[in-house]
């Protein structure tokens, strides 16, 4: 049996979990990935290591996640339902386990014509939901076919994440997809980019109202901004990202627009540690990576390791 993941350790013991976007080259640049790994993988308890964001063809992110893990990142591996089939997927799944990726992260993925390859079909064979109830019936020992045929193996131990959506315009309905997507079997939610956090904070009191079973543990997304365009375009083009007023204040007041994007955003860290019902953050520092350990810093948010299992303490 794989040992307990640092992530899935840190959400257990209940520690602030810090996790970091790690986007794949488009190329076969290895150096590019571990270079990047190298920064987040000391400051943070994983990466989330894209696949093909914005439908642009990039490295897979199972080899890059396997680059990453050499040079010292926890990866969590995206996968999306965009590209791939349900044979596939579990191709991948169970591949991953075997390479020692263990934390995953379903999403449905960017339609391809914003990508490089507008003309290529889409599979969507499932949905989220579908991978999702894929996934905890790889790990349960079973493959997810009518059968329910059973593994001739080990199964891959799997930390199973999905995507939410505080902001949502409807908090009811995106509260009953949370609910649909724990019972799935999600471990761990990660959001969409959030600069509002009293409507983040109105969704969490939503949330206690609710009749779910169990408390989802919420890595709330925040990402430092380089500069007032980059607000500006966000908070225009970027689906379920809003720049609310006061930030986007201080961005058109600032002198130096990238100082006062570290500021905002620890600010906004500082905020998330101290919030009752948030599990951790996801940093989105896009091309940035160089930025998140000084924005960590500034957050006071050394990250909390947990303490060596048993096992490792043997290795040791």
């Not at 488009?26 to 590019?32: E, F, T």
Request: charged share 25%.
């Amino acid at each position: 049996m794989a040992r307990p993941t640092l992530l899935e350790r840190a959400l257990g013991e209940e520690r602030f979990a810090v996790t970091a976007e790690l986007g794949p080259p488009k190329s076969a640049d290895g150096a590019h990935v571990q270079e990047r790994a190298r920064v987040l993988g000391r400051v943070c308890h994983a990466v989330n290591v894209t696949d093909n964001q914005r439908a642009q063809s990039r490295m897979a992110p199972l080899a890059a996640g396997r680059l990453a893990l050499e040079a010292g990142a926890e990866p969590v591996i995206q996968l999306t339902v965009r590209d791939r089939n349900r044979l596939a997927l579990t191709a991948d799944l169970l591949g991953a386990s075997a390479l020692g990726l263990h934390n995953t992260l379903s999403m449905r993925g960017d339609p391809v014509h914003l990508g490089n390859h507008p003309e290529a079909a889409e599979v969507r064979d499932l949905d989220t939901l579908g991978l999702l109830r894929l996934q905890a019936a790889l790990r349960d020992g079973n493959f997810a076919n009518e059968a329910g045929e059973t593994l001739a193996g080990s199964p891959p131990h799997l930390v199973i994440g999905a995507t939410a959506h505080p902001l949502a315009d409807d908090p009811d309905v995106e509260i009953q997809k949370i609910a649909a997507k724990m019972a799935a079997g999600a471990d761990f939610f990660q959001t969409q980019l959030c600069y509002d956090l009293e409507r983040l904070d109105a969704f969490l009191e939503r949330l206690r109202a609710s009749d779910l079973p169990a408390w989802p543990r919420l890595l709330v997304g925040v990402g430092p901004l380089k500069s007032l365009r980059m607000a500006r375009h966000m908070h225009d083009n970027v689906w379920g990202v809003e720049i609310p007023p006061p930030v986007m204040g201080r961005m058109e007041d600032a002198y130096n627009e990238r100082e006062e994007g570290l500021a905002v955003c620890a600010e906004l860290l500082r905020r998330l540690r101290e919030t009752p019902g948030v599990a951790g953050a996801h940093i989105m520092a896009i091309a940035w990576e160089e930025a998140v350990p000084e924005l960590l810093e500034r957050a006071g948010l050394g990250m909390e390791r947990p303490a060596p299992s048993t096992s490792e303490r043997a290795v040791r």
